[in-house]
């Protein structure tokens, strides 16, 4: 079975009225090359005070994603993921690292 996890991305700015424009992307679906449950070792401190890496979820370069989209994994809601490219140490070869985090009392 693939697992897909499902891209939300609202664009916009402010109109020369100074009112917010939102421009609402469709939705889509992307197939992650793994989701992996939790901090990696290398990403442990990226969770910031008050958050807690709750997926670490890798793709293919040149997949649609960017800092800031939110994302749905495994039916569970998270905003503003942090996008970064991941290389593997001695290598050519890598893709896009996601985390996702929620908040955390």
Known sequence: MIETVTRFRSDGGWDENGDPIIVENPE?????LVIAPGPTNEIDALGR???QVEFTVFFRHGEDIRDGDDLEIRGRFFTGV???????????FGGIEVVATSRVG
């Open 82 to 92: 942090r996008v970064r490219e991941h290389r593997i140490q001695g290598s050519d």
């Open 49 to 51: 005070d008050g958050e």
């Open 28 to 32: 889509l679906v992307l197939t992650p």
